[in-house]
């Protein structure tokens, strides 16, 4: 079992930047590979960015790349999402997730185990 919790949501006007931590506990973190999607009310669940468990290699969704970065501290058992030149349209619910797939099916969410209870993001114009 795998706990995930995030943090580093808020609110945050067009243009600026914010960070999004989440920390894991119980299983090795080590031998998982992290993702982060977001839901926006009315919208279905959609992949931002995803890390392999040796932060060698990553994944992201056109609609963020140049502005997200995913990044891991297997140390600190803790993946990072910094976002810059946010946009209104990146208002949503940010969750991280856990599963033990490799790269090529981290942007699916139905091959993630565990689920983190999300945390809000939201950017006024």
């Known amino acids: 079992q795998v706990q995930l919790v995030e943090s580093g949501g808020g609110l945050v006007q067009a243009g600026g930047s914010l960070r999004l931590s989440c920390a894991a506990s119980g299983r090795t973190f080590i031998s998982y590979a992290m993702g982060w999607f977001r839901q926006a009310p009315g919208k279905e669940r959609e992949f931002v960015a995803a890390?392999?468990?040796?932060?060698?290699?990553?994944d992201y969704a056109d609609s963020v790349k140049g502005r997200f970065t995913i990044s891991r501290t297997n140390a600190k058992n803790t993946v990072y999402l910094q976002m810059n030149s946010l946009k209104p349209e990146d208002t949503a619910a940010y969750y991280c997730?856990?599963?033990?797939?490799?790269?090529?099916?981290?942007?699916?969410?139905?091959?993630?185990?565990?689920w983190g209870q999300g945390t809000q993001v939201t950017v006024s114009s």
């Open positions: 890390i392999t468990w040796s932060g060698a290699s990553t």
């Open positions: 997730a856990a599963t033990q797939y490799g790269l090529g099916y981290l942007s699916h969410d139905s091959t993630y185990d565990y």
